[in-house]
């Protein structure tokens, strides 16, 4: 506290000299100027007068402020009484500068009272100094003080730390060091060692507790132990004997066990030494699943993509391996585990490597022949006046099919391209309305054999958008005729053409069949997936090749849109959903044709 209330008299001290010293520059400047008038400036005198006044003035208001008892009070008013007398006279003086005997007016009468003046400034000078004075011997005589205090002090601490020190050893610290040998025996197996009890405080009780806890391990020791081991071998005996690399994880995202070929997976992975789930080298699709799998979450979709495969050389052979996570229930009171299972489907990805080159070729070395075929039937349909009416329809029942054929091998191109990553767009203006229409007729026949009414309902009269026409006409024909193939006879599709907030085609394919579980809604996207134990109610209850919804999928996402599959109105029928972004729409009154 001393020290605080020095420093702060000590700054407002150098703060009170300061002053002192801008107030006596104020006045000497402030007389100069009145000896400027007299040599002819009066403009310029004038000018620094006043300038020398307010700068004085301000400097007097700050002494003033500083001010703490009624004799500097007094001091610095006598200072403010003796400039403003300096002031009056100095007034008088300029007004009869040009006068004769001005200078020696000025001597007899101005120059004194700016003396005057000036004293009173050193006078306010010598209080801040005495102040400042004060502030030092007090300093002095309370520091002696308390050093004599402290010195008091420091010794009575000495002589109750060392009487503190003693009680400290006898009764504190050698039942502690006691303690924590025995903590230390516990630990190396020694259940029989015991503490002494040395009274009822809060070390005796403690001394209690640990020889109770001692005999309750060596107890459960004793008839667990053996069980315990048995069945912690066994279950290392199993994951070490398992094909499949195995990694758990406790509740907290730490990996408490790991198979051998875990660990030669991780190896490969580059990484020898990982503590937790985070430290996995893993794609993030991965470690999401096992945080959820932590969470307690049951994945009910347990089929595999095996494009996550991950690609490894383990024991000198390549490999390909699919991770998979699944909860483990009550690892500990209340919260999940989680097992992660790497399965090997190195075989399963060389055959989809096969299939696909299959098809490849396939569909290169048919693309001549249907060709050559579509030609001569072209050729035989423009000389079909000479056939008869059967003829003709045999004829073209062979065009349609051939036509069929070609967009089933440009189907099995454009999925070899997008495996290949070549998958390119050939972009022009589409007029959406011509590319559902020309569609419907193609299938039209189609849909009158097999009984089923098709109808469009349109919102928008046309949309206008940036595209490929031949890939555009593939996703409304595979919708419509995956809706024909599900449709019983009797049954309807119907569909629906709109525009949403002028930015997006909405474009809706709904059907009167059974419909698609919720399960499956996502997974008929995927390349080959069917649905195999539902019945094709269409035309002649064939069944596609699993790829007519993947190339959905593939060429509305190029286009910049998305497609989903959802259930239709009532909970009855399926509905395919396609939102594309447009160029133009153009609103009439909503039209429906069947």
Request: with cysteine.
């Amino acid at each position: 506290q001393l020290a605080a209330a020095a420093g702060q008299t000590m700054q407002r001290g150098q703060e009170a000299l300061e002053l002192a010293t801008t107030l006596a520059g104020a006045l000497e400047r402030e007389d100069d100027a009145l000896l400027l008038a007299l040599d002819g400036h009066g403009e310029r005198a004038r000018e620094e007068l006043y300038g020398q006044r307010r700068r004085f003035d301000d400097a007097y208001a700050q002494r003033f402020a500083l001010a703490r008892d009624a004799e500097e009070k007094a001091t610095v008013a006598a200072l403010g009484r003796a400039v403003a007398s300096y002031r009056d006279m100095g007034d008088d003086w300029l007004r009869g500068v040009r006068l004769p005997g001005a200078l020696r007016r000025y001597r007899d009468e101005v120059n004194p009272a700016l003396r005057r003046a000036l004293v009173e400034v050193d006078r306010v000078r010598a209080v801040s100094f005495q102040a400042m004075r004060q502030v030092a011997l007090r300093a002095r005589d309370v520091a002696g003080h308390s050093f004599d205090v402290i010195a008091v002090i420091g010794v009575g601490a000495l002589v109750a730390s060392a009487l503190l020190a003693t009680r400290l050893t006898r009764g504190i610290v050698q039942p502690v060091r006691d303690l924590t040998e025995s903590v230390e025996a516990i630990r190396r197996g020694d259940f029989q060692r015991r503490v002494r009890v040395g009274g009822s405080d809060e070390l005796g009780r403690l001394s209690e507790g640990f020889n109770r806890m001692a005999e309750t391990l060596d107890a459960y020791r004793a008839s667990n132990l053996g069980e315990l081991l048995r069945v912690q071998t066994t279950l290392q005996a199993t994951l070490a004997s398992l094909p499949a690399a195995v990694i758990v994880v406790d509740p907290d995202g730490e990996i408490v066990s790991a198979n051998p070929r875990a660990r030669g997976l991780l190896e490969a992975r580059g990484r020898l030494e990982v503590r937790r789930l985070d430290d996995l080298p893993l794609p993030a699709d991965d470690l999401q699943a096992v945080r959820r799998a932590l969470a307690g979450e049951r994945i009910t979709n347990t089929h595999g993509d095996l494009r996550r495969a991950l690609p490894l050389v383990l024991e000198g052979r390549p490999v390909h391996l699919l991770p998979a996570a699944a909860p483990i229930d009550d690892f500990l009171p209340g919260r999940c585990g989680a097992v992660l299972v790497f399965n090997d489907v190195t075989e399963f990805v060389r055959l989809e490597e096969l299939r696909g080159e299959l098809v490849a070729v396939a569909s290169h070395e048919l693309k001549t022949p249907l060709t050559t075929l579509r030609l001569t039937l072209l050729l035989l349909e423009e000389r079909a006046e000479n056939l008869t009416p059967r003829q003709r329809e045999i004829l073209g029942a062979a065009v349609l099919g051939s036509e069929e054929l070609g967009g089933t091998i440009d189907e099995l191109l454009d999925l070899t391209r997008i495996e290949a990553g070549q998958f390119r767009l050939v972009r022009d203006a589409v007029d959406m309305r011509a590319v559902i229409d020309q569609t419907m007729r193609s299938l039209r026949l189609r849909y009158e054999d097999a009984g089923v009414t098709l109808t469009l309902e349109a919102r928008v009269a046309n949309i206008s958008m940036r595209g490929d026409p031949a890939r555009l006409r593939i996703v409304v024909a595979n919708l419509l005729t995956n809706a024909l193939k599900y449709t019983p006879r009797g049954g309807t599709v119907v569909i629906d053409m709109d525009a949403r907030a002028e930015d997006a085609l909405i474009l809706c394919v709904t059907d009167s069949g059974p419909g698609i579980p919720a399960e499956f809604r996502d997974r008929v996207f995927e390349k080959f997936f069917r649905i195999e134990h539902q019945r094709a109610w269409g035309s002649d209850g064939t069944r596609g090749a699993g790829i007519g919804l993947y190339l959905c999928r593939q060429i509305v996402e190029a286009h910049g849109g998305t497609i989903v599959c959802t259930t239709g109105d009532e909970g009855r029928g399926t509905r395919f959903v396609i939102e594309m972004p447009f160029v133009y729409v153009s609103r009439p009154p909503r039209s429906r044709e069947t």
